[in-house]
């Protein structure tokens, strides 16, 4: 069974760092494609940066390009999501996934999130 858990989330002000984890199980996640998504109130789930575990190519939206790092541990099966400078506007559920295909957001697994919420 595959098992995605994230952890990390908090309550930060604005500028401050947070750092997320996502500890996959029944799945080996090295040369596979991962991916952090969130979903703010009030809008649709997207996905802010994806990671090739086996290349190390990475993709981030252009919303958290420069200020987000996704990063991986292929000994402890984890995917990291630094996120730096924080804005408001980064409030939201933050979601792991275990991507379909690297060219897309397509996820084959979901793990059930953890808060992040920013404050002014």
């Known amino acids: 069974q595959v098992r995605l858990v994230e952890s990390g989330g908090g309550s930060v002000q604005a500028g401050e760092s947070l750092r997320l984890e996502c500890v996959v199980s029944g799945f080996y996640v090295a040369y596979t494609c991962m991916a952090w998504f969130r979903q703010s109130p009030g809008k649709d789930r997207e996905g802010v940066a994806r990671?090739?575990?086996?290349?190390?190519?990475?993709h981030y939206s252009d919303s958290v390009s420069g200020r987000f790092t996704i990063s991986q541990d292929n000994a402890v099966n984890t995917v990291y999501l630094q996120m730096n400078s924080l804005r408001p506007e980064d409030t939201g559920m933050y979601f792991c996934g275990i991507l379909a295909r690297c060219a897309s957001w397509n996820v084959n697994y979901w793990g059930q999130g953890t808060q992040v919420t920013v404050s002014p």
């Open positions: 990671i090739h575990t086996g290349t190390g190519t990475k």
